[in-house]
């Protein structure tokens, strides 16, 4: 197993210390970079922030891809 498997993980739940345990979290986008994205996860309880994640270009673009795959062709009409 490589490490790279685990790059794209995103977080369920993550240790609060305000709240004083693990609990649910939401990722929100913080910043918009031409190279990355960064995105902070807060917990759902308190709204505190726990933790932060940072997405590379390539995983963006097959983040992108993905989504039109799902969607199915785009048909255009001039």
Do not use: W
């Amino acid at each position: 197993m490589s490490a790279r498997q685990f790059d794209n993980f995103r977080a369920a739940s993550l240790y609060c210390k305000q709240c004083g345990q693990a609990n649910p979290v939401r990722e929100r986008l913080l910043l918009v970079l031409p190279d990355r994205e960064l995105h902070e996860y807060r917990c759902t309880v308190c709204g505190e922030a726990v933790g932060t994640r940072e997405v590379s270009a390539p995983e963006q673009v097959m983040r992108r891809e993905a989504a039109q795959a799902r969607k199915g062709p785009q048909v255009r009409i001039l």
